[in-house]
């Protein structure tokens, strides 16, 4: 691996939004009590500041790109808490990915990174159909009693302790894909009072596709006529934050064909991470003519299901009608809807409309909890510490249902229940919305 030449300018080859804003840190450090890794180490070359600091000087030709400077790299969370907390307005989180783009394009991965990201995120996400084989495959594995054995006789350990400790973080396999079973246009049983699109996403289609027909659901019960086009798959935000921009742009293309120009009032979803990257579609493609107004318009159109469901009047069931009255309900912000599209106030709004709930805000309810992508893979150890901090939160409140909007925040969380013998019930706000409704 390449490791010392100097790369001036070494961002301007990638897609760096008002660069000039990323540069305009002033070095005020108060970003820093709010970033976990800083956190974890106390060190400053892992906070936001010292960050930019290091990506400042390697984009500038002043430092060149080191292991460490990777490592840093790759150690940060990409929650973007930072940027929450900045008053300059730096936007961090486009600098950090950035950099990991410029990482990754300058083949300063090791092989073994390198293959593993092409195999996994690239191959396999760049097809919906191709990420069903691994998930039959995965869903086999899980269902025949192998798992089980293999988690019992702790074999993956022989092999590596990562690989035994990550084990539990897979996702569970749907017994059913929602691409598969959803049909391309459905009506609500009474008239329609919206048209809107809709996501199934990579993993929710073939891990969460029970969140999806519920939120297909909330959506119907809402008067929405709902569109779910068909060849749909990742929307790239996966790869996008992991460096790979080239996968991200050639997921973000296919999906924008099935979206281009439904007539609708808005593309709904209901994961975090993929709201944020469609949301930013209109800007990735913003100097390609070809794509450019398509793309405006589909990041136009986005919204998560919480957003939406806030603006057209959520309409939960009477108390006497809602199985959650009287429980204490917590809720957790996932990353990319608190730090990266500024949702915090909608969840809140449709949560409180619940009557009967009792519903306790959560100390840090912005910290992350750890899963950050494929970082409690990568940063199995670190992860588990931010995945603690959280878990003492909660317990410090005691709730008796947990509601997040993200899938790895589900499984990040429900991994730190079971692991602790917590019995919290963990939900998806779109699952807990639906059944509030009473349906
Ligand atoms: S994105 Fe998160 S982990 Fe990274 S520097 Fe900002 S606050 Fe810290
Ligand atoms: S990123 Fe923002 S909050 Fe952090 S040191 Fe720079 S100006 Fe201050």
């Known amino acids: 691996m390449a490791q010392t030449h100097a790369q001036p300018n070494a961002f301007h080859g990638v897609d760096v939004p008002n660069y000039d804003v990323i540069v305009n840190c002033m070095h005020c450090g108060l970003c820093l009590p709010t970033c976990p890794t800083y956190a974890l180490t106390g060190l400053e070359r892992s906070s936001p500041r010292g960050r930019i600091r290091l ?50 394009e300058g083949g300063y991965e090791s092989a073994f990174t390198s293959l593993i990201k092409r195999v996994f995120l690239r191959w396999f996400f760049l097809r919906q159909s191709r990420l069903k084989i691994l998930a039959r495959f995965m869903r086999f594995y899980q269902r025949s009693g192998l798992q089980t054995l293999v988690l019992r006789t702790k074999m993956l350990r022989l092999i590596s302790r990562k690989l035994h400790d990550i084990q539990p973080l897979s996702p569970k396999i749907s017994s059913h894909f929602s691409s598969d079973e959803l049909a391309e246009r459905i009506l609500p049983n009474g008239p329609v ?37 068909r060849e749909q798959g990742c929307c790239g935000s996966l790869q996008a934050h992991n460096g790979d921009m080239h996968a991200a742009r050639q997921m973000a293309v296919n999906n924008m064909k099935r979206f281009a120009r439904l007539d609708v009032e808005a593309i709904v979803m209901n994961s975090a991470g993929c709201g944020a990257f469609m949301k930013e579609y209109g800007h990735v493609f913003h100097d390609d003519p070809e794509r450019a107004g398509v793309a405006a318009e589909i990041s136009a ?47 809140r709004r449709l949560l409180r409309s619940i009557p009967g709930i009792d519903l306790v805000e959560l100390p840090e309810s912005t910290w992350c909890c750890g899963s950050a992508g494929i970082y409690n893979v990568v940063h199995y150890d670190d992860s588990m510490q931010l995945l603690d901090r959280k878990l003492t939160n909660v317990r410090s409140i005691a709730p008796q249902i947990i509601v997040t909007g993200n899938p790895g925040c589900l499984l990040q969380i429900q991994h730190g229940l079971n692991k602790d013998g917590m019995k919290i019930e963990l939900l998806h706000t779109a699952t807990f919305l639906r059944r509030a409704c009473g349906i």
């Open 193 to 229: 009072l919206h048209r809107v699109a809709f996501l199934t996403g990579c993993l929710m289609d073939v891990a969460f596709a029970d969140i999806n027909t519920d939120t297909i659901e909330l959506l119907k019960h809402h008067g929405c006529e709902i569109l779910i086009p």
């Open 301 to 347: 159109k986005t919204l998560d299901i919480t957003e939406f469901l806030d603006r057209i009047g959520y309409r939960p069931a009477t108390s006497d009608r809602n199985p959650y009255a009287g429980k204490r309900v917590t809720y957790h912000d996932a990353c990319h809807l608190a730090h990266t599209q500024k949702i915090t106030q909608e969840p």
């Open 55 to 104: 990506i400042k000087a390697v984009a500038d030709g002043d430092l060149p790109i080191t292991q460490s400077f990777i490592d840093e790299m790759n150690f940060c969370l990409d929650c973007q808490a930072c940027e929450t907390a900045c008053p300059a307005g730096v936007k961090y989180g486009s600098l950090v990915e950035a950099a990991r783009v410029q990482i990754q």
